[in-house]
């Protein structure tokens, strides 16, 4: 079974500009959550989304948002792009069948720098 | 809110030798999952062990073993027989049940096999 796949996994923008990451999550994984990850604040939870819905949202600016498809991939796209956006974006799956066990599954990440 | 605190930045230890790292982490909330998540360098990261704040019982893996102590608010690993191959960064992490792929993750520590 294919792992979770993100894409891409590496780019370079400039600020100001804008970024869309793509998110696959293992077969049969209807959850998905973003996590920024940065030397300075480390693991920060972005957001989360079940069948096509936001269930719940960390401490980030608006200009941070996504969304789920009817396949259960996921986009996360940040706006107006500021160096302190440079980060590794991670996307993790988990199953979500009745009983919540709380395990995520990460992808290898999408690193994002902003010159 | 939920914090998880990491004390040792790094550490390191001889391979087939035993190693400690430490957590603690700060909620009020009573029903919640802790797990010790590996990132190898450039690689993605992964699930060590985990385990339910209910359960009094240590959860162990193989080689990796918990010490869950729920009224002090701490979860150490216990890695034992280290290998070369657990060289990564170790994350304490904390999520609270049915939050909806929210963790809330500590500093890290970056644990060094030697041979």
């Known amino acids: 079974k294919a792992g979770v796949t993100q894409t891409p996994r590496y780019l370079i923008k400039t600020r100001g500009q804008q970024v869309t990451l793509s998110c696959s999550p293992i077969s049969g994984h209807r959850s998905v959550s973003w996590y920024q990850q940065t030397p300075g604040q480390g693991l920060q939870f972005l957001f989360e989304y079940f069948s096509e819905t936001q269930r719940n949202k960390g401490n980030f600016p608006g200009r941070f948002s996504g969304r789920q498809f009817s396949n259960s991939r996921s986009e996360m796209n940040v706006s107006t792009l500021e160096l302190g956006d440079s980060a590794l974006y991670l996307c993790a799956s988990s199953l979500e069948e009745g009983s919540n066990t709380g395990e995520l599954f990460f992808g290898e990440g999408s690193r994002l720098t902003v010159l | 809110a939920q914090t998880v605190t990491q004390s040792q930045p790094e550490m390191s230890v001889q391979e087939a030798e035993t190693v400690t790292l430490s957590c603690t982490y700060d909620t009020s909330e009573s029903n919640y999952y802790l797990f010790w998540y590996k990132q190898p360098p450039s690689r993605q990261m992964i699930l060590v062990i985990r385990q339910e704040a209910y359960k009094q019982q240590n959860a162990t893996e193989n080689r990796f073993s918990v010490n869950f102590q729920k009224a002090a608010k701490s979860f150490s690993l216990k890695i034992s027989d280290s290998q070369l191959g657990d060289t990564a960064m170790y994350f304490c992490?904390?999520?609270?049940?049915?939050?909806?792929?929210?963790?809330?993750f500590g500093q890290g520590t970056i644990l060094t096999v030697h041979p």
């Open positions: 992490a904390f999520m609270i049940v049915f939050s909806y792929g929210k963790l809330t």
